[in-house]
């Protein structure tokens, strides 16, 4: 499995971030797979930020339930992270990342990433 992450470099404070990631070399609907979001900002260590199922039930850290959202794009074997208001300590290398087996909430445990991508929030 192999993942790609996209989307922009940089976003003010309060908009809405977007990022996708493509999926190739296995489906993401495939049974016991799960998809998720993880992020390092710029000193600390890996976040998990939530996951999306192989049959599309979503769930996130808490700290960020509220503002973060993942879907799933079939058609084109992606799925994405929506995350509303951003702040600046948002700032961080966002991964996509994919397990096989159960549902996990820390980064260690999956065993598939996106090279990752930088995302400043900044004015």
């Known amino acids: 499995v192999q993942l790609q992450e996209s989307g922009p470099g940089l976003v003010k404070p309060s908009q809405t971030l977007s990022l996708t990631c493509t999926v190739s070399?296995?489906?993401?609907?495939?049974?016991?797979?799960?998809w998720s979001w993880i992020r390092q900002p710029p000193g600390k260590g890996l976040e998990w930020v939530g996951a999306?199922?192989?049959?599309?039930?979503?769930y996130y850290t808490p700290s960020l339930k509220s503002r973060a959202s993942l879907r799933r794009d079939m058609s084109n074997n992606q799925f994405t992270l929506q995350m509303k208001n951003l702040k600046p300590e948002d700032t961080a290398v966002y991964y996509c990342?994919?397990?096989?087996?159960?549902?996990?909430?820390?980064?260690?445990?999956?065993?598939?990433w996106g090279q990752g991508t930088q995302v400043t929030v900044s004015s």
């Open positions: 990342a994919a397990r096989y087996g159960s549902r996990a909430y820390s980064a260690g445990d999956y065993e598939y």
């Open positions: 070399g296995g489906s993401i609907t495939s049974n016991d797979y799960y």
């Open positions: 999306i199922s192989y049959n599309g039930i979503t």
